[in-house]
Each structure stands twice: as C-alpha cells, then as structure tokens.
C-alpha cells in the first residue's frame, strides 16, 4: 500500500529511497515545507551553498567524483534562473544531476506572482527532461522516475518544479520499488554485426588511434578497465578528450596526451595522419576537429555512442555503433579475442608517433625570475600526484594549461566545465568533490577572473570546514581572451584584464583561512607544500606571467596537422573565416 | 514504356535509404510523431526545431489516442539529408517522444491537407470560382451574396493549385489546417 504524506515529505521520502546523502541547496519562500522536512531528519545533509549556481556547480562535481546523481534544491523564480548556467554546463558535459525548485502555488501560476518564472520554459532547453508536478499524488513518482531519466542512457540535468501548494497537500507516495519506467528505454545492447564489422576494421588497422571521451567516465568504473584492456592487448596509441582525461593512465607509454584545440601535437598528428579511428564515448566537437572537412582525411572511423544523435552529427562515420560503452567494449572484446586478437598495425607507427612526440610540443621557456604558470601546475603535479588527489578547474589557459601538464591515472578524478566552458565552475564544483571525499586533497586549479565568478563560496568552504585548495594562478588577465586578442585582434587588448583585484591573502584571512602568495619560483615547491599541508581551506594566490600564451594550438578554422607550437614559430596567419570561429 | 527518370534514392518504394548523406541538397521530408500528450510536449519539440535551427514547413497535432493520451505531431521539414537525420534523431531521444516515422523514406504515404478559401467575386467571376471549385472537388460551405468560401481536401499541392487559381478571381482569405499523413497499406 502507499503511504499518505505531504508533498514535503514525498520528496525527503524520495530522496532518502534514491540513497541521497547531500543535497546542495538554498532556501526560499517557494521551497519552505521542504525546507521544514529537511530540518526534521538527519540522514540526508544540506549544505547551504552561497548563490544557486553554486549549488549546481556543486552537485556537478559532486556526481563527477562519486558515479552518483547529484542533487540541488532551490526556490522560485531567481532562485530557478540562477541555476540555468549549470543546468546547460551538465547537459552539455552529461553530468546527471537533479535540481527541485520550489514554484509559487499552482492557482497563482500565470499571474506574474511574486518569484515566478516559468521554470520548465525556461529551463526546458538546458535539461535532459523536466516537471511541473500540479499533483502531490503524483510527487513520488516524478521523483523517481526523474533520477531514472537523469542516469539512464546519456546521463544529464533533470529538473522538477514543484509548486508550493503541493508540497504542502497530502497524497500517495509511490514506493521506488513500485516505479517502472514506461516510456524512455534507451538502447544499451550494440548490433552483432556492427560489432563484427567494427572487429574487422579494427583488425585491418594499419595505423590507428583510440580516441576516447567522458563517455567512457559515464559509462562506469568497468568501462575504463575494458579500455585499458583493448589497448593493452593491442598496443594501439590512445588519446582522449578533455572530458575523459583519466580513463586511460597518463603514465602508460601508449598515452598520447589530450587532443584537440590545446591537445598535444603527437596526438593531433595521429588523428590526422591515422587510417583507421576508434572513437570511444566521445563526440567530435568543434574543439576537438578543427576544420571538419579536412579531419582526419583518411581514416576508417568507427564510433560507439550512446546517444544516436550523437553519430554523424559533426563528423560522417563509416560504422557507428550505438549502446553503452561498457556493454559495447565486453562484446568487442569477447569476439576479438575470440577470433585471435588480430593485428596488422604497422611497425613504423609507433616510430613515426615516437618523431611527433620529438617534438616536444609542451616545452616552453622557463624563466628564474618570475613563475611561469606551466611551471607552477608542473610542480603542483610533482608534488601532488601520488597522493589521494581530485582536480576541479576553472575555464580559460590555466585549464588547458592543467590538461597538458597534470596526469590522471584514474577516472573521475578530473572535474572540469569542458562542452559549455563555465567561468565560475570549478570553486563550487571543488566543493561538491569536498564533501563526497572528506579526506581526499581537493585542488580547484584556478585563473583568478574565473574564480572570482564565483568566489562568494568561500562562506561554504568555511562553514562545512572544507578543506579546498583554491590554487589561482593569477596573470591579472582573462588570459585566453588576451591570447586570442593577441593572435586575431592585433593585440589590442579590450578589456580582458582587471584594475581592482582583491588581495587574495587578505581575502582568506577575511573569511578565517588560510592565503598564501608566492611570485618567487624558488619558493614555489615550500609554498605548494604549505597549502597541501593546511588543514583547512587555502586560497593560493600564485602571481605568474602575465603575457604567456598556451601553446601548442590548432588555430580556428585550420585542420590538425596546421598547430602552432610556439609564439616564435613564422607568424600564421588566422584567415576572416577563422576569425569568425570561436 | 515511359522512360522513367528516377533518381538516386528518391523512389519512395526503395526498400534501402540510398540517399547520400554528404549530399548537400535540400529534401522535403515529412515526419509523423507519436507523443504523450501532456504538458509543453508540442514546445518541446517545436523548441528542438527552433534551437537547433532546423525547418518547419508545416505542422499538425492533436490527440489521437484519448485513451492512452497519445498525439501524433504531423512536421514537414526540410533540410540535407544529414540535417533530416540528425533531426530524427534528436527527436527520438526526447523523453516524451515514442516514435519517430520519416513517411517520405518508409515507403509510399498520403498525405492530405484541408483548408477553406474565402472569395468575394461578382459576375462572370463569380460564376467562374464556382465551375473551377467544381472541377477541384471543393466544397461550398458559406455563401453570401458577394462571397463564396470554399473547403477543399487535398495534397498541398492541390491547395496550392486551387489558391493560384482563385487569386485573380478574388481570394481575399485562406486557412490551411497543415498536413496529416500516414502510411500505404
């Protein structure tokens, strides 16, 4: 039989039957008796975040570290449309999260009430799918089956607006035992015969590349072992995106680095030079392919995805394989093994990946005087990688700067805003990671303009006592603004930089914590250990080269085999239709 | 025997999808969606044509299934072969979406449209709206002394011909309902 309770205490009820342990939320008017019913229990913790961004941000990283949903509570109106950032950044880089919002009560819906948004309107383009729930009878059940829509198939955000006059009413809570999904049912299982084509294109490779994405994250802890397994027994080079940094070692010798827009220029050289590729759970975007009509020119593709959509989109395919990668690889595996684990991959491959990798694409000249941001993430790598470590980032160089320079060794270690690019993602993201793994070292690796987005969250930092490393590398720029306006606008540099930054050790010590400044590179290794060493949260304002620029990079609208390695390199001209490009 | 000029993939009896999708020409193609009729499912996938940026010639819904609250959205679209692809597919992804069918690749359909004209004429112009509503099968469903309206069921084409025709001789209004289409057989 169901139970007969309050719209309230439907959703605690719901969440405590999901295995909820921490939502990130923010109270208001619209939200009270769920509020109400979070104050009468003890087994789910709410963690007051600072703005609604920072809740979704938050339960992002959440979810990214452990595997699991995240989950954000917030109220109507602003409270809705603050978080519609976040929501776009996990529906972008399929994170599954969900968010309740409370809603003015449902005879007041339409009236301009007081914090009213049409909320499902607006947040209907950046969710996977989303609620207006006008019945507390059926509460329960839009519950549960909004985690079973935000984890299954493609993972992504999920909200449920629930208005306040039904949290408030009593209905029937349906158990989650007692929910089956009706209607979405996305495929998993791959075809046989795509699987047996995919064997033999892969069997025939002479000189091949995996490449591999978030997908491969998504799919679980098993999915990232299938794929270690393919490349161990076949040797093949592997490089990943941004979004799946970690699911292949960085320190096995087939690793290749990240590819892409700032990826290396060995992995770059491969994808375009290669004639058979094996993409993983990863979706060709714009970053990755650089000018679309001359990717990768010769290849035999294959990609497996999960999400149909996602094949063919940017790039045509010659087999594209939908289903889960986990389930996708076991199949592979199993009939590649069984039919000898072939290989016809050439001898001079890996000597010709050898003279790319010559190149040494990620050098960059190092200086005694001041700290060069590649130097400071090489030594926070030094001294960090064999510990217990999550990274979060913000966006611009100092993200790219963290792929090229830090190596992950397992998945979901790498916490980043890669599809949308969300300034302001990674202080509140290290937060959610924080809190899933209290006894684990939390670096946000930071630019100081993208941090300050959202440094209001420096009052949850405090009061959960979280220990975050917030290590800003400070240029006083919007660094990669300044690097394109530099490369495409002649150098005239609008307003890519701030004339009222805070002193960031004072800034910490406002708030009780600890701020350490180093602009001394031989202080650097004391000044890192000083912050790891802290028990508490650190803001480490490390003062870097101002004017350094990321190298190597695939210039817009150029294909891959066009990169420029260094600022010395013969001025390449960036054409009208590059310029057009992000 | 009539020659036959058919091209490349676009005999609709093909039992194989042989068009090519590096083609970048553009193709009409209508679709028929089964979905839950329930709150915002019509923005939903009227916002997926919007957003994406993708075309919509016409479009038809309403419930065809009280029992199972299920609508069929009826879309002409337009667009190359990939985008027509890609389209399906971000609409077969969506949550409340059960089916997605491309009637103009799944075989021979029909496809009917109706709409009503409304014609003031005097005279000979008169006399001439109602002999060409004659030969088009359409029906008087008002008059008024100095005006005809007329209902005519047909392909869009027909509607567009029967409107050609009308315009000279007074067409001052039209409403067209959007195309219903199913599959032969």
Redesign the interface.
């Known amino acids: 039989m169901n139970n007969i309770m309050s719209g309230a205490q439907i959703v605690v009820e719901a969440l405590l039957e999901q295995k909820v342990d921490t939502v990130f939320g923010y109270p208001g008017g619209a939200v009270l008796p769920i509020y109400d019913e979070i104050f009468k229990q003890s087994k789910i913790k709410h963690v007051l975040v600072r703005h609604e961004q920072g809740a979704i941000h938050a339960a992002e990283g959440y979810s990214r570290s452990t595997g699991k949903p995240g989950v954000a509570l917030v109220t109507s109106g602003p409270g809705a449309t603050n978080s519609v950032t976040g929501l776009t950044d996990a529906l972008m880089d399929s994170i599954p999260i969900i968010v309740l919002t409370g809603q003015v009560p449902t005879f007041m819906i339409g009236n301009d009430a007081f914090q009213e948004a049409d909320t499902v309107g607006i947040t209907r383009p950046c969710t996977k799918h989303n609620w207006l729930v006008k019945d507390t009878n059926i509460l329960g059940k839009t519950i549960h089956e909004a985690f079973y829509v935000s984890t299954n198939g493609r993972p992504g955000p999920v909200l449920v607006d629930i208005p306040k006059d039904v949290q408030f009413a009593s209905g029937s809570y349906l158990k989650k035992t007692d929910f089956t999904p009706k209607r979405y049912k996305p495929k998993t299982k791959p075809n046989s015969d795509l699987i047996f084509k995919a064997v033999k294109a892969f069997e025939n490779a002479k000189n091949p590349i995996i490449y591999s994405g978030g997908g491969v994250i998504n799919s679980g802890d098993n999915a990232s072992k299938l794929l270690r397994e393919l490349v161990h027994e076949s040797d093949f080079p592997i490089t990943s995106t941004l979004m799946g940094l970690g699911c292949y070692p960085a320190s096995k010798k087939n690793w290749m680095g990240m590819l892409g827009m700032h990826g290396t220029y060995e992995a770059n050289m491969a994808m375009h030079d290669c004639d058979f590729m094996f993409c993983i759970g990863a979706r060709f975007d714009d970053r990755i392919t650089g000018k679309t009509d001359e990717f990768s020119p010769n290849s035999t593709k294959i990609h497996i995805d999960i999400d149909p959509s996602s094949i063919n989109k940017n790039i045509l395919v010659d087999i594209g394989i939908v289903g889960d990668i986990k389930t996708t690889l076991q199949a592979f595996l199993k009939l590649w093994r069984k039919r000898g684990s072939k290989s016809s991959m050439s001898k001079s491959w890996w000597k010709t990946i050898q003279g790319w990798r010559a190149v040494n694409c990620l050098k960059y000249n190092k200086s005694k005087s001041s700290i060069k941001p590649q130097y400071a993430l090489q030594r926070l790598e030094e001294l960090t990688k064999n510990t217990d470590r999550y990274v979060t980032t913000e966006v611009g160089q100092h993200q790219m700067w963290a792929a090229q320079f830090m190596g992950f060794e397992e998945p979901k270690r790498w916490m980043t805003s890669g599809g949308l690019g969300t300034m302001g993602y990674g202080f509140p993201a290290s937060i959610g990671v924080q809190l899933a793994h209290p006894k684990s070292l939390v670096i946000n690796v930071a630019g100081e303009a993208s941090w300050l987005m959202n440094m209001q969250e420096l009052g949850t930092a405090v009061q959960y006592n979280l220990p975050v490393k917030q290590f800003i590398l400070n240029n006083e720029r919007l660094g990669m603004v300044r690097q394109w306006q530099e490369l495409l606008h002649g150098g005239r540099y609008s307003h890519s930089w701030s004339d009222a930054l805070p002193d960031f050790v004072k800034l910490a010590e406002a708030y009780g914590i600890k701020g350490i400044c180093c602009s001394d590179p031989n202080k650097l290794d004391d000044a890192i250990l000083e912050m790891i060493n802290y028990d508490g949260p650190v803001i480490f304002d490390c003062l870097v080269e101002k004017h350094e620029n990321c190298f190597p990079m695939i210039p817009s609208g150029k294909a891959h085999n066009e990169m420029i390695l260094s600022a010395e390199e013969p001025e390449q001209e960036i054409g009208k239709s590059g310029a057009v490009l992000v | 025997m009539q020659k036959l000029f058919l091209k490349k993939g676009v005999s609709k009896k093909s039992a194989y999808n042989l068009r090519n ?2 083609d970048d020409k553009f193709e009409r193609h209508t679709l028929a969606i089964l979905v ?1 009729n329930e ?2 499912v019509l ?2 996938v009227i ?1 997926l044509f919007s ?1 994406r940026g993708y075309n919509i010639d016409s479009l038809t819904v309403a419930e065809v299934d009280h029992t199972g609250n299920l609508s069929r959205i009826t879309i002409v679209t337009s667009g190359t072969p ?1 985008v027509i ?2 389209i399906k ?2 609409l ?5 979406v ?1 089916d997605v069918h491309d009637l103009t690749t799944e075989g021979a359909s029909v496809e009917r449209e109706l709409a009503l004209f409304k014609v003031f004429a005097k005279g000979e112009k008169r006399v001439e709206s109602l002999r060409l509503a004659d030969v088009f099968r359409a029906k008087v469903v008002d008059s008024t002394l100095v005006s005809f309206t007329f209902e005519l069921t047909g392909t869009p084409e027909k509607i567009d011909a029967f409107a050609d025709l009308m315009v000279p001789l007074g067409l001052e209004e039209i409403a067209r309902t959007g195309v219903a289409a199913l599959s032969r057989g």
Not at chain 2, 92 to 96: F, G, H, L, N
Request: avoid cysteine; charged fraction near 30%.
């Open positions: 999708p590096k839950d709150a915002g923005a939903r916002g957003g990939s692809e890609q597919a971000q077969e992804r969506m949550i409340p059960h």
